[in-house]
């Protein structure tokens, strides 16, 4: 009978608990996911010019989550922030338009290596003190998977990455992440980092009444170089190739030629 | 030059794809370690001392590493990083997992999933779903780098390194395991399979994916998807190929009702062989495939089941 209005002191605790939980989204400008990539003549780098950018899709899926986070009342304040040139506040609007709250824009035009990233997001950490962190599991134009686990290793926090699911229960998060077996699911301590997989959500579109809502919401600009952070690379880009083609191969016109033919010429089958 | 591999495997067996760490490796050059971090792990630990070119094998085997758990393991890594100017894994979700934290804690900008090694501080590695493929020189001292293992033969196992036990037992104290719900399979594994089958959303349903299973069981194939088939619910999440999925390479690659977009083609594309079953000619799948049937594939299942 006395366990009846401890639990509910136990419920108020975590409401108010949950209604202060801020969740930081740190997103990327990439290019498109739909567009194929040339590389420059020199072999220099990857050609961006007047290629089609777009947030990069697992960022996406993170900023989604958030804004999930806190229409189920469990959030109270979605911040988005992104590290680059001016460009990128495009990308910082599209999420606005999304659903978050306010955004930064970390400014620079470096060419920052992931441990950068994570260093500077480090900083925004301390200053803004989210309880939940997530960002993509990784950008689809470096291909790294590094900047969320780094963040994790810098701040201290503990990470749940690739997730599938994320469920904020008092001052835990419970993962499930898709790793190579199948499902695993960890309890993180709150504060945390989480990393999204293709799973987690579906992310919406923006509304245009939202898109013209997001041009008056908060966007901060930071000069990077104002953080403390040695910016110096740490790696160095020395050529960017393509990749060998694949010829085109046959077409045939039964599966009798096809079994002939993985079988004689290709050798793959006994 | 002293080379530390962190080994992937499950408590009971060492995954072969550690094998073909250990070749990238070899052509960085130096003394190779193998570290074990597991909880009742020793048949692990038995495997992994008989990986040719490997001179020791250091364990920590405790509670506090049943899981891998990022955060653990990259603190016991970090306590042996001293010792090494290289730290390696494989680019497998654990690997993944832990490593960037490592390479943050040691202040190291990671060089994630290399393909090849052209020297001891340069290395390649796809970027943008391998639609570029980028030469990178690490400025660091120490190297952290982890390795896409099929782009790599595996050593032999005819080796015999020394045991060494290790007495760390960090617990970060800030996550723990909750559950898993692993994929049951009798069949290889994706990454090891000689042959694999995939279906994508032309497969319809999960039911479907039985006509791949006949062909599997005959070819001694693993089964995989594409994402559209893992976001459809077909399949469970650890068949998926691709840049953000698992990458394969297989002696006979067959994509039976896959478009072939970018993100699909960057987990299969260095295949030996490849097949396309697809009813659309105009289906990108072709231009990267040996050999296309343009037909049905509820057609085209049956009949190759029977032919084979
Ligand atoms: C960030 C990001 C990451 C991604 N990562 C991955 C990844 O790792 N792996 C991956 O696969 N995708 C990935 N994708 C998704 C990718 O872009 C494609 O959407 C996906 O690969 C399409 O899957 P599909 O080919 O099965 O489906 P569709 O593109 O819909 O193709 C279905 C094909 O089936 C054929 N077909 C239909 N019915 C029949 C029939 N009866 N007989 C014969 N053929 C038939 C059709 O002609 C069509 O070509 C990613 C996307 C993003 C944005």
């Given amino acids: ?270 | 030059m002293s080379i530390l591999i962190y080994a992937e495997h499950d408590n009971h067996e060492l995954k072969a794809d550690t094998l073909k760490t250990v070749t990238a490796a070899q052509a960085i050059g130096g003394d190779i370690h193998l570290l074990v971090a597991g909880e009742n792990c020793s048949t692990v630990v038995e495997q992994a001392a008989k990986v040719s070119g490997v001179s020791k094998v250091l364990v920590a085997d405790n509670a506090a590493y049943k899981n891998q758990l990022a955060e653990n393991v990259s603190l016991l890594v970090l306590e042996l990083a001293n010792d090494y100017d290289v730290i390696m894994a494989t680019a497998l979700t654990t690997g993944k997992n832990f490593m960037p934290r490592v390479a943050a804690l040691l202040d190291v900008a990671q060089i994630s999933d290399i393909i090849a090694v052209e020297s001891a501080d340069t290395f390649i590695r796809p970027i943008y779903a391998g639609n570029a493929i980028a030469t990178v020189q690490s400025l660091d001292a120490k190297k952290v780098i982890t390795v896409r293992a099929t782009a790599f033969d595996a050593v032999a196992t005819d080796g015999s390194a020394e045991v060494v036990n290790l007495s760390q037992a960090t617990d970060a104290g800030t996550s723990s395991h909750v559950s898993d719900e692993f994929t049951e399979s009798e069949r290889p594994d994706l990454g090891a399979a000689s042959v694999v089958i995939s279906g994508g959303r032309g497969m319809q349903n999960g039911e479907n994916f039985k006509l791949l299973e006949g062909i599997a069981d005959k070819l001694g194939a693993a089964i995989g998807a594409s994402r559209a088939a893992v976001d459809a619910g077909f399949v469970p999440n650890d068949m998926q190929v691709g840049q953000t999925g698992k990458i394969v390479a297989p002696d006979l690659y067959i994509a039976v009702g896959i478009s072939g977009a970018i993100q699909h083609l960057a987990g299969m594309k260095d295949s030996k062989v490849i097949v396309a079953i697809n009813k659309d000619a105009e289906a990108p799948i072709f231009q990267v495939a040996d050999y296309g049937i343009v037909a049905d594939l509820f057609d085209v299942l049956p009949e190759l089941e029977s032919k084979l």
């Fill in chain 1, 1 to 270: 009978m006395s366990s009846q209005p401890l639990r509910l002191v136990g419920k108020l605790q975590q409401a108010q608990l949950e209604a202060t939980m801020k969740v930081l989204v740190p997103i990327k400008r990439v290019i498109d996911y739909n567009v194929k990539v040339r590389v420059k003549a020199d072999n220099s780098n990857v050609d961006l010019a007047n290629v089609k950018m777009a947030i990069n899709p697992f960022c996406e899926i993170a900023v989604e989550e958030a804004v999930r986070l806190k229409e189920a009342g469990t959030a109270s304040e979605v911040v988005v922030v992104s590290i680059g040139d001016k460009s990128c506040q495009e990308q910082l609007r599209t999420a606005l338009a999304l659903g978050a709250d306010r955004a930064i824009q970390i400014d620079t035009d470096a060419n920052l290596d992931s441990l950068h990233v994570a260093k500077l997001l480090h900083k925004v950490v301390e200053e803004e003190q989210p309880q939940l962190v997530i960002l993509g599991k990784q950008s689809i134009d470096s291909d790294n998977n590094q900047t969320g686990q780094m963040l994790a290793a810098l701040t201290g926090l503990p990470q749940g990455t690739f997730a599938s699911k994320v469920v904020v229960d008092g001052e835990k998060v419970n993962v499930t992440r898709e790793v190579d077996g199948g499902l695993q699911t960890l309890a993180l301590s709150l504060p945390a980092i989480v990393t999204t997989d293709l799973r987690l959500n579906e992310p919406r579109y923006a509304s245009l009444p939202n898109i013209m809502k997001a041009k008056r919401k908060p966007l901060d600009v930071k000069a990077a170089t104002d953080l403390g952070v040695d910016l110096t690379p740490r790696t160095n880009l020395l050529k960017v190739t393509p990749p060998a083609e694949r010829q085109a191969g046959i077409v045939v016109e039964t599966v009798d030629e096809l079994v002939e033919k993985l079988k004689n010429e290709a050798k793959v089958i006994a």
